[in-house]
């Protein structure tokens, strides 16, 4: 099994910068994919960026641009820069890592607030 633990969340203005981060442990060796995903309030949850173990990245297009996403194989760790924040960013976020032979692991999601 995979754990993973999501640090980073907070209360920032609109137009500000976070950096989420998220720490796998366990089985690592069975992820093949990390991600961060969203979701707001009365809505899906849906997939803001994501990193493969060589490096592919993709993006939501509402976060193109703004968001970066990164990952160092090595400790485990999966990163998400968020620059000029919007309200509508305002979401809980999650980290998803896809897991070889398994069903895909999820963090305990931390809380992003974009007010003003």
């Known amino acids: 099994q995979v754990q993973l633990v999501e640090f980073g969340g907070g209360l920032v203005q609109p137009g500000g910068s976070l950096r989420l981060s998220c720490s796998a442990s366990g089985k690592t060796f069975n992820i093949y994919a990390m991600a961060w995903y969203r979701q707001a309030p009365g809505k899906q949850r849906e997939l803001v960026a994501q990193?493969?173990?060589?490096?592919?990245?993709t993006y939501a297009d509402s976060v193109k641009g703004r968001f970066t996403v990164s990952r160092d194989n090595a400790n485990n760790t999966v990163w998400l820069q968020m620059n000029n924040l919007e309200p509508e960013d305002t979401a809980v976020y999650y980290c998803?890592?896809?897991?070889?032979?398994?069903?895909?692991?999820w963090g305990q999601g931390t809380q992003v607030t974009v007010s003003s």
């Open positions: 990193v493969t173990s060589v490096g592919r990245t």
């Open positions: 998803n890592a896809g897991v070889r032979y398994g069903p895909p692991a």
